[in-house]
């Protein structure tokens, strides 16, 4: 069961990254949720986007429109593109599966978790 994050980094307000979620074979499947999280320093865990198993993506207010979710089935990973970026979207980025197969914004509600990556926007 292993999820790693991979894609993070120092950027410059208004730029661009990729993160990718990478899922072992028995941690990764097409029938569960697959979403994003984020925590920023001293603050509590916060969804960012999720897609659904048939690809439907949503995302967070504060992201919408910059950060979009995304799913290879085929190479068992997850991608969350951004687009952007803003100071207040530094944080460590985590990727996690549902323990459903319908998404929600609970990190209750997520069974398998990345070890995270560090995005940080300087303005």
């Known amino acids: 069961v292993q999820l790693v994050e991979s894609g993070g980094g120092s950027v410059q307000a208004g730029g661009s990254l990729r993160l990718s979620c990478a899922a072992s074979p028995n941690t990764y499947s097409s029938s569960y949720c697959m979403s994003w999280f984020r925590q920023a320093a001293g603050k509590r865990r916060e969804w960012v986007s999720s897609?659904?198993?048939?690809?439907?993506?949503a995302s967070a207010q504060s992201v919408k429109d910059r950060f979009t979710a995304s799913r290879d089935n085929a190479k068992n990973t997850l991608y969350l593109q951004m687009n952007n970026l803003k100071p207040e979207d530094t944080a460590v980025y985590y990727c996690a599966r549902a323990r459903f197969t319908y998404c929600t914004d609970s990190p209750a509600d997520y069974a398998y978790w990345g070890q995270g990556t560090q995005v940080t926007v300087s303005s």
């Open positions: 897609i659904t198993t048939t690809g439907g993506a």
